[in-house]
């Protein structure tokens, strides 16, 4: 039972260009999503929210689009830089009693991005 | 890594043993969070705590683990009797209270602990 799903295990992309990573989720209760940058030997790294009720959050050169009819969001990188090249994970968040919320992860989409 | 603090880094066990794994959450943050990942897969939830309380710990076997945040000191995982299928990477998260209407904060994770079961 995989509720938040990454199709692409892995992406290459010209340094410069445009790295769109996608992610696909079937429960309707999640109220938020992230996306998470993850390094070898690092815990994961917060880059970007979004609340279900918006469509669209950008930060710097970081965006994220969230389709709710589709339960698909996407994760843009625009310029992509060597420095990016990590493994990214999609979570989607629902609350907890108690004021906190469980992230379920989709299983990571590792981006090379070359020079 | 933003500033949540997890030790051992590695650990290494054999079957049968202990292994307890420690937390320390970043400052002002009273949630934490234990998250599992094993290899090829992403990480998974296993317990949520606030200090001296587990809130929800639906994602945790029934047997042989436990977690616990007191009031002093760190949030420990524990598992006894280890076996082989335990070996993975343990993450802790934490994160400040949500901002009202029950809207979460973003988790700040650790470094993790990557447990080997010989």
């Known amino acids: 039972d995989q509720q938040v799903k990454q199709n692409s295990p892995s992406l290459s992309v010209q340094e410069g260009r445009i790295s769109i990573l996608n992610c696909d989720y079937t429960n309707s209760m999640f109220d938020y999503f992230l996306w998470y940058k993850k390094y070898p030997a690092e815990g994961p790294t917060f880059l970007i929210s979004i609340s279900s009720i918006k469509d669209k959050n950008e930060d710097g050169r970081f965006t994220v689009f969230l389709n709710k009819s589709a339960k698909h969001l996407s994760l843009h990188i625009v310029p992509s830089q060597p420095g990016d090249s990590a493994v990214y994970f999609c979570a989607a968040s629902a609350r907890l009693t108690g004021g906190g919320n469980k992230l379920t992860f989709g299983t990571g989409t590792q981006l090379k991005v070359e020079l | 890594n933003a500033g949540v603090m997890q030790n051992p880094r590695h650990l290494v066990r054999r079957r049968g043993q202990e292994a307890r794994l420690r937390c320390s959450p970043m400052k002002g943050h009273s949630h934490v969070y234990w998250y599992r990942q094993l290899p090829e897969e992403g990480l998974k939830f296993m317990v949520y705590l606030q200090k001296e309380n587990i809130i929800d710990e639906s994602g945790m076997p029934k047997e042989r683990f436990s977690a616990e945040f007191p009031k002093e000191g760190p949030s420990i995982l524990r598992i006894q009797q280890v076996v082989r299928g335990d070996s993975a990477a343990y993450f802790c998260?934490?994160?400040?209270?949500?901002?009202?209407?029950?809207?979460?904060?973003?988790?700040?994770f650790g470094d993790g602990t990557r447990l080997s079961i010989l």
């Open positions: 998260a934490s994160s400040p209270p949500g901002i009202g209407r029950g809207i979460g904060q973003p988790q700040h």
